[in-house]
C-alpha cells in the first residue's frame, strides 16, 4: 500500500513524498520512499513501483541492504588512501559532507533533486552559507566518491544525478578577484613578519613567501617545499617550472 505526504519547501513551493511499504505475516518486510513536485507523478509512482515489485525475485533484490553516502565515503578514504594519498582538502570536505544530514541519504535514494535540495542548504547559513564556486568543489570531491561507488562496490547510485544537478545551476565559476592588496595592507603584513622574523629566526622567512607569492601567482599548496626553500632563489625558480616534481605538494 501507499501514502503520499505534502509538505511546504523553503522556497515556497509544494514536494510530495511517495511512501510504499509491504507487509508479509503482519510484519514490514520492506519500505521505499520518494518526493516529487506533483501529486500526479507521485501517485503515478506509487502505482508503478507497486507492479514492479509484484515481479518474483525483484522485491528481495530491492529489500537488499544498502549503503549511506557516509559509508561510501568511509571506504573511499579508507581504500583509495592506501593506493595514492589524498590531499587534506579533499579528505576534511568529504568528512565534513558524511557529517551532514546527506551523510544518512542511502544510496538509491541519492537522486539529482536530493543533490539540488542539498547545494540550497548548504549555501544557506544554517548549513554553512558557502558560495556557489565552493559548492562546486565540494561536490567535485563527491563527485569522486560517486564515479567507483557503483562500478566497484556495487551500490545502486544512480550515473546520472550529480551531471543532472549540475546542470540546475548548482556551480559556478570561481569569483574574480577585483584587486591586489593595498600598499599599507602589505606594509602591515610586512612588519608583522619581520617581527617573528626577530622572535624566531628558525621560523620560516614568510617576507620572502609574501613577495613570492605576490609575483609568482603559485597556489598556496605550491608554496610549501622541503627544508626551508626560501633561502635558496634558485630553487624557487625551479619549482615555478615544475612545482611538483621538485617536491611541493599541491592538494587534490
Known amino acids: 500500500m501507499g501514502t503520499i505526504t505534502a509538505r511546504r519547501r523553503k522556497d515556497g513551493t509544494n514536494g510530495y513524498t511517495a511512501q510504499i511499504w509491504i507487509m508479509r505475516n503482519g510484519e514490514r ?56 594519498p589524498l590531499g587534506k582538502t579533499r579528505r576534511a570536505t568529504l568528512r565534513a559532507i558524511s ?19 542539498y547545494a540550497q542548504w548548504h549555501m544557506e547559513p544554517v548549513g554553512g552559507g558557502v558560495k556557489l564556486q565552493t559548492l562546486s568543489s565540494d561536490l567535485a570531491h563527491l563527485g569522486a566518491v560517486l564515479s567507483v561507488a557503483r562500478p566497484a562496490w556495487g551500490y545502486e547510485v544512480d550515473p546520472h544525478a550529480l551531471g ?66 626560501y633561502r635558496d632563489w634558485k630553487w624557487l625558480e625551479r619549482i615555478m617550472a615544475a612545482p611538483v616534481a621538485l617536491g611541493a605538494r599541491a592538494e587534490a
Open 164 to 229: 543532472d544537478a549540475r546542470k540546475l545551476g548548482m556551480v559556478s565559476r570561481s569569483s574574480e578577484r577585483d584587486r591586489r592588496p593595498a600598499a599599507d595592507e602589505l606594509d602591515r603584513l610586512l612588519e608583522h613578519f619581520f617581527a617573528m622574523q626577530q622572535c624566531r629566526p628558525s621560523s620560516i622567512n614568510m617576507p620572502k613567501v609574501l613577495a613570492f607569492a605576490l609575483f609568482s601567482t603559485r597556489r598556496q599548496a605550491h608554496l610549501h617545499g622541503r627544508g626551508d626553500p
Open 29 to 84: 518486510v520492506y519500505q521505499e520512499s520518494q518526493t516529487f513536485d506533483r501529486k500526479q507523478a507521485a501517485q503515478a509512482w506509487i502505482k508503478r513501483r507497486e507492479t514492479e515489485l509484484t515481479v518474483p525475485g525483484v522485491l528481495e533484490l530491492a529489500g537488499r541492504k544498502g549503503a549511506t553516502v557516509r559509508e561510501m565515503i568511509e571506504r573511499y578514504l579508507d581504500e583509495h588512501e592506501k593506493t595514492r
Open 99 to 117: 557529517e551532514t544530514w546527506l551523510g544518512e541519504t542511502m544510496d538509491q535514494n541519492l537522486t539529482s533533486r536530493r543533490l539540488v535540495e
